[in-house]
């Protein structure tokens, strides 16, 4: 029975070739786009939970409100770690990453840069699953100057035959001071769902200011690893208690104030326990080890699979009903000869299982051809592993199941329930219900890409807007050299001759950059030695040179740059508007003292501030601008250099000549400083390309239902045509009677859809502190673009029939 319901589906499926097409390259676009959200999804959620302990490890996250101004950051002070293991039992151990940038690393004369790299307890293989190779797990770290490294950087620094006598021992140079330490270990490569990639660590011993008990600066990201039976708010709570204990005391010393009037003032220091595995979708705080995941990305990607297969399973539904009229005698046969109805629906059924699997097939097809793309697209490297994954086949084989009964439900009981002695006599009474559903389904497919349709205007529209979006500071046409603390003392020789070089208007030795939020560095500060003050607070410190402000194209809205002119500048600071506004008001801000902790309990460093810049977006366009200072420093890395357009070629040659004399084992390093802003989006970018992609195939798959309803209502309307024509209609007046009710569809989708794309795009746009309005335009432009792609689907439809011989559709009256 079974070979003969599927040998019946075969012939009908090849029968109608067209329409069978279309079903199945619908369903394989759906199949396709789930499969691979789906792989995404998986990825996403899976991240850090290859550790052993994965459910038991917590990050230490400091929240913080001074004077005002808050923070959220996922570090912690260097003895918080070590103290929590060695005074409670609930932990069981404590590891600590302290990353200080790049480093330059010396092997036989040859330089190489190094940018994943930190410094970690001897507890780090206690603590995560990261393999090691070669050396002992549990001294790997514990002695000074020592390191180990990933299997990639072993290769890149002693070749490709590195195993044939592993490394160990061996010593390798480090930083401007060409430090020695030696290699202790190999691990693993970390994997690529994990919150962190380092390809070296150093051991935390090698850095002094590890040892520190300073409970007040916050510089490590510190792990916790709890016991099985470790109540983690009672951990927390202990947390905060260790902090009153140990950094209270430090707090009062330094601010000379009692720790009960600090908290009086609403100030808080709190520490927070994050889960490992919450980290990549759920935190996106300052200065996190990484760029994060997004959960709501998890969510949107989610509902887009299900829609488009939703969308896939409609426009099959449409598709089988709008052909029923040419089946309607088939079933009226089947019935006369004796077939119940069951077997009819299992008839069609088995047809939309088998068009279900073959959509299938082509759909993994699809799949594995698109799959570079999107890991490109998405800054993936996923696989799809049949095999590997028990549950993956079945997996695939249940959903086929699922979809092809979803999607051949309605046509199966639909067309099982025509009246033999009515279709035979060519009477096929059309239900309004079916009507209602068909037409439901269309409002549905072109709601949900209308939605889609929006979202993208939107992204696209907020992208330009940061594209666009003055910024306080010129960031077009400016170089940016790396790694010029390697030049030491030579920096400010090699500045000076780098302004020698054709096309370089403007140079800048620099500690921080708008575009590297990640450069700076936040410190108390508050006015002329009161830390008492209500205006204290913590506010982002940027070390630059005396050409910092005009390199970058700022501008001094009240009083001056710094200059050289001047010997007390040393100690001079330039404010932002919003730091001269919080910290005087409405005062002339001018020749005002401003004041930070020095490094011996009470004593302060005190700045005269002597000129005010004009607010620039320091950070990203998510967050509002806030107070900031900056002062002249000698914490150089860059170097900023303004070049003309039209010299950029000609500079760069020639500075990275200038570089090869002064610096000839280190590689020339370079980028621009748009570039780098751009970056900051990259996500927000990528997420505009995948909805771009995504909505143009949800809007094919329901211009394919579309597609087929304008088919069943040209069937429906044949005799109808026939007659209006023999009676006079032109054909322009046919084909816009035809596509009025099209039209009418579309409209109401687009009532649908506005509220959820206004609700949608409206939380997406609540990260950006600088937004876009929604306003009609935007949802004007999406329905426009859905009503032209429903009438280019339906002309054809429309047309066809409205040119059609009267002759032909009259002629069994």
């Not at 935007?778 to 329905?783: E, L």
Request: negative net charge; proline residues 4%.
């Amino acid at each position: 029975m079974i070979k003969n319901y599927l040998k019946i589906a075969f012939r009908n499926l090849l029968k109608q070739r067209f329409y069978s097409v279309i079903n199945v390259l619908g369903l394989a676009i759906g199949l396709a786009v789930c499969l691979l959200i789906a792989l995404f999804v998986l990825d996403e959620i899976s991240y850090d939970r290859y550790h052993t302990n994965a459910d038991r490890i917590y990050r230490a996250r400091l929240s913080y409100s001074l004077g005002g101004q808050s923070g959220d950051f996922p570090i912690a002070a260097a003895p918080l770690g070590r103290t929590m293991a060695e005074t409670y039992p609930e932990v069981e151990n404590a590891v600590r990453f302290r990353t200080q940038g790049d480093y330059t690393v010396y092997r036989d004369d040859q330089a190489y840069q190094e940018e994943d790299i930190t410094y970690a307890d001897s507890t780090l293989f206690a603590v995560f699953n990261i393999p090691l190779l070669y050396g002992n797990p549990k001294k790997a770290l514990t002695e000074m100057n020592s390191l180990v490294l990933c299997e990639a950087s072993v290769e890149k620094y002693f070749g490709a035959d590195w195993r044939l006598s592993p490394p160990l021992g061996e010593t390798l140079l480090l930083g401007r001071g060409k430090e020695p330490y030696k290699i202790t270990g190999i691990f693993e490569e970390i994997p690529n769902n994990s919150h962190f990639h380092f390809n070296v660590f150093l051991s935390m011993v090698s850095l002094k200011d590890s040892q520190s008990e300073m409970w007040l600066n916050n510089n490590y990201y510190t792990y916790l690893l709890l016991r099985e039976d470790a109540n983690v708010a009672d951990v927390q709570t202990k947390l905060n208690e260790t902090f009153e204990t140990y950094g209270a005391p430090q707090l009062e010393q330094y601010a000379n104030a009692s720790y009960e009037d600090f908290l009086a003032s609403g100030n808080y220091f709190n520490y927070l326990l994050q889960p490992l595995t919450d980290i990549h979708l759920y935190s996106d705080l300052e200065a996190e080890i990484e760029a994060n995941g997004d959960i709501r990305y998890v969510y949107i990607f989610s509902a887009i699979a299900l829609f488009v297969l939703l969308i896939a399973c409609f426009n099959f539904m449409n598709l089988s009903t709008a052909r029923s009229a040419g089946r309607a005698k088939e079933v009226g046969i089947r019935k006369t000869l004796g077939s119940v109805r069951k077997q009819i629906i299992t008839q069609f059924l088995a047809e939309a299982l088998l068009v279900s699997f073959l959509a299938l097939l082509l759909a993994i097809l699809m799949a594995e051809v698109a799959l570079p793309f999107f890991n490109d697209l998405a800054g993936k490297q996923l696989a799809i592993n049949y095999l590997q994954t028990w549950y993956f086949i079945p997996l695939l084989l249940l959903a086929v199941a699922v979809i092809g009964l979803l999607a051949g439900s309605y046509p199966a009981f639909f067309l099982s329930a025509f009246r033999p002695a009515s279709v035979l006599k060519g009477k096929l009474a059309t239900k309004s219900g079916g009507r209602w559903l068909r037409n439901g389904l269309v409002v549905l497919q072109f709601g949900i890409s209308i939605t889609l349709i929006t979202s993208t205007v939107v992204v696209y529209q907020q992208l330009n807007h940061i594209r666009n979006k003055k910024l306080g500071y010129d960031k077009d046409h400016v170089l940016v050299i790396h790694n010029t603390y390697n030049l030491n003392k030579q920096a400010e020789t090699f500045k000076n001759e780098a302004l020698r070089q054709p096309g370089v208007t403007a140079a800048s030795l620099t500690g921080f950059l708008p575009a590297d939020p990640m450069s700076n560095n936040n410190n108390a500060i508050f006015p002329d030695n009161n830390p008492e003050s209500d205006r204290t607070t913590t506010v982002p410190w940027f070390y630059v040179d005396y050409d910092y402000v005009p390199t970058m194209g700022m501008n001094i809205v009240d009083g001056r740059n710094f200059s050289r002119d001047f010997a007390t500048d040393s100690s001079a600071m330039i404010i932002n508007e919003a730091a001269a506004k919080y910290f005087f008001g409405e005062d002339d801000p001018l020749g005002q003292k401003l004041s930070n902790f020095g490094e011996e309990p009470g004593t302060f460093v005190t700045y005269n501030v002597v000129g005010v810049v004009e607010d620039f977006h320091y950070s990203t366009l998510r967050q509002k601008i806030m107070p900031m200072v900056i002062v002249v420093g000698s914490n150089i890395s860059a170097l900023s250099l303004r070049v003309q357009p039209e010299q950029v070629s000609a500079a760069i040659a020639a500075l990275e000549d200038q570089w090869n004399r002064f610096q000839p084992d280190l590689p020339f390093e370079y980028s621009f400083l748009d570039e780098r802003f751009n970056g900051i989006y990259k996500s927000e970018q990528k997420l505009g390309i995948i909805f771009t992609v995504f909505c143009s195939l949800a809007i094919f798959i329901a211009c394919l239902g579309l597609f087929g309803l304008a088919a069943y209502t040209a069937e429906q309307r044949t005799k109808e045509i026939g007659i209006r024509k023999v009676l006079g209609a032109s054909v322009s007046s046919l084909v816009l009677a035809f596509s009025k009710d099209f039209t009418k569809l579309v409209f109401i989708a687009l009532l649908v859809a506005i509220p959820t794309a206004y609700f949608l795009m409206n939380q997406w746009l609540s990260d950006f502190a600088y937004r876009i309005s929604l306003g009609v335009s935007t949802f004007a432009i999406a329905g426009g673009i859905a009503l032209v792609i429903a009438w280019l689907t339906v002309s054809f439809q429309s047309i066809r029939a409205a040119v059609a011989n009267p002759v032909d559709s009259l002629r069994n009256e």
